[in-house]
């Protein structure tokens, strides 16, 4: 019986012992994360080139381009502008 006395006292004075130190480490984790919401971007409407048919004049094919190509060119400002936030 006196052989377990210590034994008793060191376990029960390991329980009165000091806790464990806890230590909250922040850690970054990249998380993908849209950079163009879908409202901004640009809907594809119809261009001129579709009231072009093969029997038009050669002079209307030209002009459904051009008015084509400057629209092209407006939509593609608008979709630098978007990017331009994406970029790093």
């Known amino acids: ?40 971007v640009p809907a594809i409407v119809p261009g001129a080139e579709e009231s072009v048919t093969k029997d038009s004049l050669p002079g209307e094919k030209i002009k459904a381009v051009l008015i084509e190509r400057e629209r092209l060119r407006g939509a593609d400002g608008k979709l630098r502008a978007l990017i331009q936030g994406c970029l790093l």
């Open 1 to 40: 019986m006196k052989s377990l006395i210590p034994f008793i006292t060191v376990a029960l004075l390991t329980g009165c012992s000091t806790q464990t130190r806890v230590e909250t480490v922040e850690v970054k984790v990249p998380v993908p994360v849209p950079c163009v919401d879908r409202e901004d």
